[in-house]
């Protein structure tokens, strides 16, 4: 699968090239667009329990569309809901990926993309504890709210990162959760800052330029009723 990214940096369109006969995973809903003699297959990926997994546990839709290319090959563009970037990610099979909740798209064949516990650190970050894991070769495309910061860390380097401003991150990385002001929840309450991720290379992380979590916020308090 080859990727072109369009409309970037603040509408972006992927379009994934396939092989004849290649096969990409999307997200249900996130195709916009696709070359004709593509063909369809809706399903729960995995079965129904790892669907009620995905749907319950990581935030992601219960069915996955398999888009299978025709003989002569074909395309598909992918998109996200919130305006920002995407950003295709190469996954290898000694560097999985930890994916945040609503963050990915759609994935070539090689990859394999399932519901994973990202730890206490995560459900006490305010990010749902669930995500998703990302194993494998070949590539996933990721939507971020705003811009995409990459973050290559160097060994012994650390990161502080708000909790949702995270989106994914290499797995063969040490990470630690904690109060944005340590040992002090009134003052991280004042700061605005409740929770922050402190990340320790190497290894890479990326990170949005927007918070959805303070989107959602924001909309709910400004909605009458």
């Given at each position: ?57 990581s935030g992601e839709s219960f069915f996955v569309t398999t888009y299978t290319a025709p003989p ?149 308090a400004i909605t009458p009723g």
């Amino acid at each position: 699968m080859q990727i072109h990214l369009r409309h970037n940096p603040s509408s972006t369109v992927a379009r994934c090239y396939l092989a004849p006969g290649e096969p990409l995973r999307v997200e249900s809903g996130a195709m916009l667009a696709h070359s004709a003699g593509v063909v369809l297959e809706a399903k729960a990926q995995g079965g129904v329990l790892q669907g009620l997994k995905r749907s319950m546990l990581s935030g992601e839709s219960f069915f996955v569309t398999t888009y299978t290319a025709p003989p002569q090959g074909g395309w598909v563009d992918v998109t996200g809901v919130l305006p920002g970037d995407l950003i295709p990610l190469t996954i290898t099979s000694d560097r999985p990926f930890f994916l945040n909740r609503g963050t990915w798209l759609a994935n070539s064949y090689g990859v394999t993309v399932e519901s994973k516990w990202g730890g206490m650190s995560n459900l006490f970050g305010g990010e749902g504890g669930f995500g998703l894991r990302a194993s494998g070769d070949g590539e996933v495309v990721l939507a971020v709210y705003g811009a995409i910061d990459v973050i290559d860390l160097q060994p012994g380097e650390t990161i502080t990162i708000d909790t949702g401003h995270v989106v994914a991150y290499d797995l063969g990385m040490t990470f630690n959760m904690r109060r944005a002001v340590q040992g002090r929840t009134i003052q991280s309450m004042k700061s605005g800052e409740g929770f922050v991720f402190d990340f320790t290379g190497p290894g890479r992380v990326l990170a949005q330029t927007r918070n959805p979590s303070a989107f959602a916020a924001w909309l709910s308090a400004i909605t009458p009723g």
